[in-house]
C-alpha cells in the first residue's frame, strides 16, 4: 500500500459530496485519495441489497436537487446515471384522494374536483414558485459572505444580492419575504382552501428537520424542494436506475477516470495536526495518509469534535458546533412486497401507484404527528412518503416482487422514554398500521421489512443523530451561519482542513453543491498560496 | 355634513394617535382625534371594574415609552408618575421555590444561586449580551423602515450607521444577533440557561401576545426587540400611578395643551376618499368631516378592509392585507379582590408580587398551551401573566383590597367549534382554576370578575381578530414589512391616508414608537 505516499488532497467520506468534491479538485490536477468507512460508497446515497434478491435505496430514495453543471461537467450520463421521472404523488384518505400528475392539465382537473379555486391558483402558484427558485438558484452557487468582517468581495456579493432583489417585481419580493419566515401552512394558506392540498404540498417543508408545517421557517424548505431540476427542467423528481446508490457511482466513476483514488472500508481515527495545521488523516488501522489538504464530507460533529478533537480548537469555535442542531427527526422503513398494496379510496394497481404515495391526509394530521415528536415520542400516526421503484425500474427486486419504500416522519432521535433500541419494531407496526389504514392489504405483501430508527442511521451512515440533512436546514443553520457563525466559506479554524458536506451551504439533499463549491475554495486558496 | 373644517383626523385615541397629534399640533397644525369609546386610551385604560377598583383594562406594562417621547410632551410634568417595582418577575413553581428576577442583576444571581449556580453564573452574561445588542438596534426603534425598492436617502444613512454601530459589537455578538433573529425562543433559552422556570419566563418574551409558541421559529426576535427599548430581554414591569391608563391622559394632556382637539363617543364609520386622494371621514351617526389628512391609529385590517370602499383600493393590495395576520391568542381576566392572594413558596412576602407574576413554569407547559391553540381551542392550562397594579399603587383599590390583571394565553380568535359568547364563562374558570393551583387562597377573595375574551376585544377596542398587537409580530410581518413590504413608510395607496397604530414599525406594546415615527413622516410630507 502506498499509505506513506503524499496526496494533494484526502477527502473524509465517500458520500456524493465527498465524491464531487474529490472529482473536481481531481479534474483541476490535484491527486486525490477519498476514504470511505463502509463497504460501499455513497453514504446516504447508497443502493444495498438488503434482503437476497433486493436492492433498496436504503436512506435517500429520490432525487430532484442535483445540480445540472455537475450532470454536464462530470458526464454522469457517460457514467451509468439515469434518472427515470417520477409520477406525481398520490394522496390517499378516508373516501377520496388527492392525485397529482406530471401531466399538468390533468392535474387542474384533478385539483378542480376538490376546489375550483384551487385549481385557479395552482397556475399562478407553480409560477411564483419557479420565478422565486430562479431567484434563489444562483444562492445556491456561492460561498457566503462573513457579514461581520466585510471586506470588499463580501460586500460585493451582498450588494448583488440586495440588487437581485431589487430587480423581482413587487409580487415576487412579496412572495420571497414570505417563503424565507413564514410556516408553509401559512403560506399555503393564502393561495389555497383544500386541506389535503396544503397538507401534502407542506410536507416537502418539514422533511428531514424538527418542525411542523405550522412552524415558521418551513415555507422555504418547501421551496428547497421545489428547486429540485432533471436535465433542467425545474422541480421535477425522479430514481436513479438501479436505486439512489447509481448516482453515487456514477460520481465516483467519473471521479476515478479524472485520477481519483478512493478505497473503501477505511474508517479514520483522526485527523493529523501539525503546528495547527492539518497535514494528513490516521486511519483506525493505524495507517498515517499524509496530505496537503483534508476535506471532509462528514458532519462538523464528527470533523471537529470526533477528528480534531476539542483541546486543538477555539473555545468558541467549539462552542458553535456543540450548539449546532441535528435533531434527527425521520425514520425509515423499507419493505420487500409480494405484491402491489391495494388503496381502498383507488383499487387496483393503476398509475397512481407508480409516483410518490404520501400519507398526509390533512394539515391537522400532519402537525399533530409532530407534536408527538416535540415531547419525545414518535408519531402514533405519522407522516410517511412512499415509493415503488420497482414499478419503474423492476431490475431492483426479483420478478414479480416489490419493494416499497417509506420515509417517516417524525421520529425523534432523543426519546423522552425507553431507547430506540426497544422501540424499533413498535415504530415499524405503527408505519404499516398507518398504511395500512388506507391500504389495508399491506399486511399480508410483507416477505421482508427494514426499519430504520434515527438511531440505526446514526450508526449505519455517520449521520449525528440521524440527520439526513447533517443538519437541521433553519434559517439560523444556513447561509453564512451554516454549520458555525464565521464559518461557513467550507475553511475552519484548522489550516488546510475544509468542509465538503451538507453541514455546509447550502445543505442537505442529493445536490452535490456543498462539494462543488468546496472545490472551488480549495482550488482559490490554493491558487492565493494559502496552501 | 360637514360641521369642522379640521383638516387632520386621526381616527382612534389609542396612545400612539395621541403621540401624532401632539407632534402635528406642536408644528402648528390643528389635528381633530375622533375616539369611538367614551374614553381615550384604545389598549392603554384604567378602567373601574367594580365600584372602587380601578384596573388596566387591556395593556398593564409599559413597553417601556422611547425616552425621545416622554421628553418631548414632558409626560413627567403633564401626570405621568412611573412605577418600577424592585421585582421584574416572579415565577410560583408547584415544585421547589420560586424563581425571581429583579431588576437589580446582582441581586437576581444571588437568588438564582439557590436554585443553578451555572444560571446564576450565565445571568449576567446573558443580561450584557443583550445590552450591547440592544444598544445596536436601539435606533431601529425610531427609524422609518426603509423602502426596499426605493430607499429614501436618509434611510440609506441611517442603515450605514447602524452598519457601522453593529460592527462595533464583538464577533460574538454580531453573530448571535444575526443567529437569534429567525431562531425558536425555546433554543435560544436552552442555550443559555439550565432551569426550566427560567428559560420560560424568557421564553414568554418571545411569544407574549404572539399565536406562535416557544417551540415557533422567529420568536428569539420578540427578545431582540425588547432589548433594542430597554437593553434587557426579559418582560419589563414598568407600572404607571393610577394605573396605564393615566399614561395615556397625561399623552392627552400635552397634546390637547400643543393645539390638538380630542372627541370621544364618535365612532368613524368610514373614511372618504376622492379621486385616490382622501376627503374625509364619515361617522355612524351620519355626520361627515372633511379632511385632505387621516391618521389611523386603528390597525391595518380593520383601516384598510373595514373603514375603506373595496374599489379604492387595488385588489392584490388588499388581498394581501387580507392576508396580514391578525388572528388574537391572548385573553384577559381582571380581578377586583378583598385582600392580597398568598402564592405557594413565598411566606406571604407582598414585595414579590409587585412586579410580573408568571405562570408557566416549563417551555413544554408554554407549548402545550399552544398546542392547542393551533387546533383552535383555548389552552387547557393557559400561560398567564399577572400584575397586581394595586399592591405599587393602593389607590386603586379600596383600602385592604387589591386589583389583580390577567393576561391569558393561548385563546385562538378562531374557534374550533363555538364561539366566544360560549366559551366566555369558561375561560373565566380555567383561569382561576389555573391560578388557584399556584395561588389557593384566591378563589375566595374574588369580590368581581371581568373576561374579555379575543372577541369582546375585538368588539370593545376595535382590535381585528381580538389581536392587541394589531398584527402577529412574526419575521414577515416587522420593520420593513409591517404591515406590508413596500408600505411600511406609514404611508398607504391612498394619497392623504397614514397609518400610525401599532401594526406599523416597530410593532405592539405600549412604546409610543409607531407614533414618533409615523409623525415624523406625515410632517415631512405636509411640509412638502
Known amino acids: 500500500m502506498n499509505s506513506k505516499s503524499k496526496y494533494d488532497v484526502v477527502i473524509i467520506g465517500g458520500g456524493h459530496n465527498g465524491l464531487v468534491n474529490a472529482a473536481y479538485l481531481a479534474r483541476a490536477g490535484k491527486k486525490v485519495l477519498v476514504l470511505e468507512r463502509r463497504y460501499v460508497l455513497g453514504g446516504a446515497a447508497v443502493t444495498e441489497e438488503v434482503f437476497p434478491g433486493f436492492k433498496f435505496s436504503v436512506a435517500s430514495y429520490v432525487v430532484s436537487l442535483l445540480r445540472p453543471e455537475i450532470i454536464r461537467e462530470l458526464d454522469l450520463p457517460r457514467h451509468g446515471l439515469e434518472i427515470l421521472p417520477l409520477d406525481g404523488t398520490f394522496t390517499p384518505m378516508h373516501g377520496n384522494y388527492l392525485w397529482r400528475v406530471n401531466d399538468h392539465a390533468k392535474t387542474l382537473r384533478e385539483i378542480a374536483r376538490h376546489s375550483k379555486l384551487d385549481a385557479e391558483a395552482y397556475d399562478e402558484y407553480g409560477k411564483a414558485m419557479v420565478e422565486m427558485g430562479r431567484f434563489v438558484k444562483p444562492i445556491l452557487a456561492m460561498t457566503p459572505p462573513d457579514p461581520t468582517t466585510l471586506n470588499l468581495k463580501g460586500l460585493r456579493d451582498l450588494l448583488f444580492l440586495g440588487r437581485r432583489f431589487q430587480k423581482l417585481p413587487y409580487a415576487d419580493q412579496y412572495n420571497q419575504v414570505q417563503l424565507m419566515t413564514m410556516s408553509a401552512v401559512d403560506f399555503l394558506d393564502q393561495w389555497f382552501e383544500t386541506d389535503v392540498l396544503k397538507a401534502t404540498m407542506s410536507a416537502s417543508g418539514i422533511i428531514g428537520t424538527f418542525l411542523g408545517v405550522r412552524s415558521p421557517g418551513t415555507a422555504y424548505v418547501l421551496l428547497h424542494h421545489y428547486m429540485g431540476e432533471i436535465d433542467g427542467a425545474f422541480r421535477s423528481w425522479g430514481f436513479a436506475r438501479g436505486g439512489t446508490g447509481a448516482i453515487s457511482n456514477a460520481i465516483a466513476g467519473a471521479a476515478r477516470e479524472l ?201 449505519k451512515f455517520g449521520l449525528t443523530e440521524g440527520n439526513i440533512f447533517q443538519g437541521e436546514l433553519t434559517l439560523e443553520q444556513l447561509f453564512f451561519l451554516r454549520p458555525a457563525p464565521g464559518w461557513a466559506q467550507y475553511r475552519t479554524p484548522i489550516r488546510n482542513l475544509y468542509m465538503c458536506g451538507s453541514a455546509t451551504h447550502p445543505g442537505g439533499g442529493i445536490m452535490g453543491a456543498p462539494g462543488l463549491n468546496a472545490a472551488k475554495m480549495i482550488l482559490a486558496d490554493w491558487k492565493r498560496g494559502r496552501i | 355634513m360637514a360641521t369642522s373644517n379640521n383638516q387632520v383626523i386621526i381616527v382612534g385615541a389609542g396612545h400612539n394617535g395621541l403621540i401624532v397629534a401632539f407632534y402635528l399640533a406642536k408644528a402648528g397644525l390643528r389635528p381633530l382625534v375622533l375616539e369611538r369609546r367614551h374614553i381615550i386610551g384604545g389598549s392603554a385604560v384604567t378602567e373601574e371594574l367594580h365600584p372602587g377598583f ?168 420578540g427578545l431582540l426587540m425588547q432589548a433594542a427599548l430597554n437593553g434587557n430581554a426579559i418582560a419589563p414591569s414598568l407600572f404607571v400611578k393610577g394605573g396605564i391608563g393615566s399614561l395615556t391622559q397625561s399623552i392627552a394632556t400635552s397634546a390637547t395643551a400643543a393645539g390638538a382637539q380630542i372627541r370621544t363617543g364618535v365612532h368613524v364609520k368610514s373614511i372618504q376618499v376622492d379621486g385616490g386622494k382622501v376627503s374625509g371621514v364619515v361617522l355612524s351617526n351620519g355626520e361627515e368631516i372633511a379632511a385632505t389628512t387621516v391618521i389611523s391609529n386603528a390597525d391595518p385590517r380593520s383601516t384598510y378592509l373595514n373603514l375603506l370602499d373595496p374599489v379604492e383600493l387595488d385588489p392584490d393590495f388588499r388581498m394581501r392585507i387580507h392576508n396580514y395576520r391578525c388572528m388574537g391568542s391572548s385573553a384577559k ?86 364561539d366566544w359568547n360560549l366559551h366566555r364563562k369558561a375561560l373565566g374558570e380555567t383561569v382561576i382554576k389555573t391560578l388557584s393551583e399556584y395561588a389557593p387562597n384566591v378563589n375566595g377573595l374574588i369580590i368581581a370578575q371581568q373576561v374579555l375574551t379575543p372577541l369582546d376585544l375585538e368588539e370593545q377596542f376595535g382590535l381585528s381578530g381580538g389581536h392587541i398587537l394589531h398584527g402577529e409580530p412574526s419575521l414577515d410581518q416587522l420593520f420593513a414589512f409591517r404591515p406590508l413590504h413596500g408600505w411600511a413608510q406609514y404611508r398607504s395607496p391612498i394619497k392623504g391616508l397614514y397609518l400610525c397604530g401599532s401594526g406599523t414599525h416597530p410593532g405592539g406594546g405600549v412604546t409610543g414608537a409607531p407614533g414618533f415615527n409615523a409623525g415624523r413622516e406625515i410632517l415631512k410630507d405636509l411640509k412638502a
Not at chain 1, 469555535?317 to 434527527?328: C, H, L, Q, S, T
Not at chain 2, 403633564?78 to 415544585?95: H, K, Q
Not at chain 2, 444561586?113 to 443580561?127: G, Q, R, V
Not at chain 2, 425610531?142 to 434611510?155: D, G, H, R, V
Request: overall charge neutral; glycine content about 8%; some cysteine.
Open chain 1, 259 to 459: 485520477g481519483v483514488e478512493i478505497r473503501t472500508e477505511a474508517p479514520i481515527a483522526k485527523i493529523l495536526l501539525q503546528r495547527g495545521q492539518a497535514k494528513g488523516v490516521v486511519l483506525e488501522n493505524g495507517d498515517e495518509i499524509n496530505a496537503s489538504v483534508v476535506s471532509s464530507s462528514v458532519d462538523p460533529h464528527l470533523t471537529f469534535i470526533r477528528m480534531v478533537g476539542k483541546e486543538n480548537l477555539p473555545e468558541d469555535f467549539v462552542e458553535d458546533i456543540n450548539r449546532y442542531k441535528f435533531r434527527g427527526s425521520s425514520g425509515k422503513v423499507n419493505l420487500a412486497l409480494d405484491g402491489l398494496p391495494d388503496f381502498t379510496c383507488l383499487p387496483g394497481n393503476g398509475k397512481h401507484l407508480r409516483g410518490a404515495i404520501s400519507i398526509s391526509p390533512s394539515v391537522e394530521h400532519m402537525e399533530r404527528a409532530y407534536d408527538d415528536a416535540k415531547y419525545g415520542r414518535f408519531s402514533r400516526r405519522p407522516y410517511i412518503d412512499m415509493v415503488i421503484p420497482t414499478l419503474t425500474d423492476p431490475s431492483v427486486a426479483p420478478p414479480g416482487k416489490h419493494i416499497m419504500s417509506c420515509f417517516v416522519q417524525y421520529a425523534p432521535y432523543h426519546l423522552k422514554e425507553g431507547t430506540w433500541e426497544e422501540k424499533r419494531e413498535p415504530f415499524g407496526d405503527t408505519v404499516i398500521d398507518t398504511i395500512a389504514e388506507y391500504a389495508p392489504n399491506i399486511r399480508n405483501l410483507i416477505l421482508h421489512r427494514q426499519v430504520l430508527t434515527p438511531l440505526d442511521i446514526e450508526q
Open chain 2, 333 to 418: 381576566v381582571n380581578l377586583a379582590l378583598s385582600d392580597l392572594p398568598e402564592f405557594i413558596g413565598t411566606k406571604s412576602d407582598r414585595a414579590i408580587m409587585a412586579g410580573r407574576i408568571h405562570i408557566g413554569p416549563e417551555i413544554d407547559y408554554l407549548e402545550q398551551a399552544y398546542d392547542a391553540a393551533k387546533y383552535g381551542a383555548p389552552s387547557p392550562h393557559p400561560f398567564l401573566d399577572i400584575t397586581i397594579p394595586s399592591l405599587t399603587d393602593p389607590s386603586l383599590a379600596p383600602q385592604g383590597g387589591h386589583v389583580m390583571s390577567i393576561h391569558v394565553q393561548y385563546t385562538p380568535f378562531k374557534l374550533k367549534s363555538g
Open chain 2, 54 to 221: 380601578r384596573c388596566p383594562t387591556v395593556q398593564h406594562s409599559l413597553g417601556p415609552m422611547i425616552p425621545k417621547v416622554v421628553a418631548d410632551l414632558q409626560l413627567e410634568k403633564n401626570g405621568l408618575g412611573m412605577i418600577t417595582p424592585d421585582v421584574r418577575v416572579f415565577a410560583p413553581r408547584l415544585e421547589g421555590p420560586p424563581v425571581c428576577l429583579y431588576q437589580d442583576a446582582s441581586r437576581t444571581a444571588r437568588a438564582l444561586e439557590t436554585i443553578s449556580s451555572h444560571d446564576a453564573k450565565a445571568y449576567p452574561k446573558f443580561l450584557s449580551s443583550f445590552a450591547a445588542i440592544g444598544k445596536v438596534l436601539e435606533p431601529v426603534m425610531s427609524m422609518t423602515p426603509p423602502s426596499i425598492n426605493e430607499p429614501a436617502k436618509e434611510s440609506l444613512w441611517e442603515l450605514a450607521k447602524l452598519g457601522m454601530k453593529f460592527r462595533g459589537l464583538s464577533k460574538k455578538d454580531a453573530f448571535r444577533l444575526l443567529r437569534w433573529v429567525p431562531m425558536a425562543v425555546a433554543d435560544l433559552a436552552a442555550e443559555w440557561f439550565e432551569t426550566e422556570t427560567l428559560r420560560a419566563i424568557i421564553a414568554a418574551r418571545g411569544v407574549y401576545c404572539s399565536l406562535a409558541g416557544p417551540w415557533s421559529a422567529g420568536t428569539s426576535s
